[in-house]
Nanobody, 115 residues
Framework: QVLLVESGGGLVQAGGSRRLSCVASRSIFRFNRMGWYRQASGKQRELVAAITDYGTKNYADSVKGRFTISRDNAKNTLSLQMTSLKPEDTAVYYC?????????WGQGTQVTVSS
């Protein structure tokens, strides 16, 4: 069982920055892949960024060059640094990992970007 707790959401002006954090209830050292997803109102949940245990990263085209995903295994923490935020980045952001056959999600943190 893994509990994921996100934080860092809030209201930010367009062009601003925000850093999201996700703390896991146990060591993430062996978690092969962790990711950030988001779901805007009325839309499907989509992958924003993911990182493997080897540090390989991938990003949605819409956030490339603006968002950076990172993980700190010593602190059991996954982070998402968001810059140059746009109103279309407004969504609930979720932390995710898959351990074995189990899919774990955090409760989500709301990011609202005002124009």
């Amino acid at each position: 069982q893994v509990l994921l707790v996100e934080s860092g959401g809030g209201l930010v002006q367009a062009g601003g920055s925000r850093r999201l954090s996700c703390v896991a209830s146990r060591s993430i050292f062996r978690f092969n892949r962790m990711g950030w997803y988001r779901q805007a109102s009325g839309k499907q949940r989509e992958l924003v960024a993911a990182i493997t245990d080897y540090g390989t990263k991938n990003y949605a085209d819409s956030v490339k060059g603006r968002f950076t995903i990172s993980r700190d295994n010593a602190k059991n923490t996954l982070s998402l640094q968001m810059t140059s935020l746009k109103p279309e980045d407004t969504a609930v952001y979720y932390c995710n990992t898959v351990v074995g056959a189990d899919d774990y999600w955090g409760q989500g943190t709301q990011v609202t970007v005002s124009s």
